[in-house]
């Protein structure tokens, strides 16, 4: 093999070893993924059957606490994702809002245009 080819396997040979090391790294992702949703589901749980000024008195501090605190977990891995600064972002914003409007009937239709809640929002 010339110059050119031995190099071209070298390199090869380094993406096939950085691909999987990726792989290898991600794999904490699944776990995020369960913690998150089984915090989400406590949390819509909270918002269901406690006082709901009790709820956002108590469930949106402890959330915030722990969307801050996973993500700080997730940013000391090895192997990083795109986009989380976002789901961050919209957890500690959107997160503890979707729970507190459980009393309203407008809150089951499109939160942007209105549509498909109740009369008033139709």
Do not use: K
């Not at 309203?104 to 109740?118: E, K, L, M, Q, V």
């Amino acid at each position: 093999m010339n110059e050119v080819q031995v190099e071209a396997a070298a390199q090869l040979a380094r993406a096939d070893r950085l691909g999987a090391e990726a792989r290898r790294g991600g794999r904490w992702y699944v776990r995020y993924l369960l913690v998150f949703g089984v915090a989400s589901f406590v949390l819509a749980a909270v918002f269901a059957f406690v006082d709901n000024s009790t709820a956002v008195v108590v469930g949106t501090p402890l959330w915030i606490v722990f969307v801050v605190g996973i993500s700080v977990w997730a940013a000391t891995r090895r192997v990083g994702l795109r986009g989380f600064g976002a789901l961050t972002a919209w957890s500690c914003r959107r997160g503890p809002r979707l729970g507190s409007q459980r009393s309203s009937s407008a809150a089951i239709g499109c939160p942007r245009c209105g549509s498909g809640g109740s009369a008033e929002g139709s």
